[in-house]
């Protein structure tokens, strides 16, 4: 079996990605501390053709080295805005017509095996601190909670990981 070069996957430019339609999904980054997170969580959305990426609090924001290290350039594709407090995030979002989905382990959630998008809706997908995950405020003012199921001794995994899992059962069921 040969391994596929970067010539054989025809991967776009950054024009390109820019101009292509965009799922209608924004991650929110809810004061994630790891810059090595954060870059990955822009090659996850260049990888998935989201909308963007909204980073919170005290979520570093490009130009970054360390950023730049996983993400490997996405931050340039992928667009992406600022806000220091989470809540004027998701005010923003709500007035641009988003259903706020929190990625938390919350009573009443559902199962992320058992979310299903509405055609035509936009979602914002937040997601929290690698300790202390989604701030409540954050919490309460979602419309919609969503929880991967965990099967060992550890109540979470990494918030790139978790991710990375929402958004591929969002984007194919």
């Not at 990426?53 to 005290?58: A, M, P, S």
């Not at 996983?70 to 005010?91: K, N, Q, R």
């Not at 409540?136 to 109540?155: C, M, W, Y």
């Not at 990494?158 to 059962?169: E, F, P």
């Amino acid at each position: 079996m040969k391994k596929k070069t970067i010539w054989d996957l025809n991967r776009i430019t950054i024009n390109e990605y820019k101009a292509q339609a965009k799922e209608p999904i924004i991650v929110v980054v809810d004061n994630v501390r790891s810059l090595n997170n954060i870059g990955s969580l822009f090659r996850t959305a260049d990888g998935f053709g989201l909308q963007g990426i909204v980073l919170c609090g005290i979520s570093a924001t490009p130009p970054s080295p360390e950023i730049h290290k996983t993400a490997l350039g996405a931050e340039d594709s992928v667009d992406w805005h600022y806000f220091p407090e989470t809540l004027e995030a998701i005010d923003w979002l709500k007035e641009a017509g988003y259903t706020i989905c929190c990625l938390e382990q919350v009573e009443g959630s559902t199962m992320l095996q058992e979310f299903r998008r509405e055609p035509g809706k936009k979602y914002a997908l937040v997601i929290g601190n690698e300790v202390d995950g989604v701030d409540p405020a954050v919490v309460n003012r979602s419309d919609i909670f969503l929880e991967i199921p965990q099967r060992g001794t550890k109540h979470s995994l990494n918030v790139t990981i978790s991710t990375g899992v929402a958004l591929w059962q969002m984007l194919t069921h």
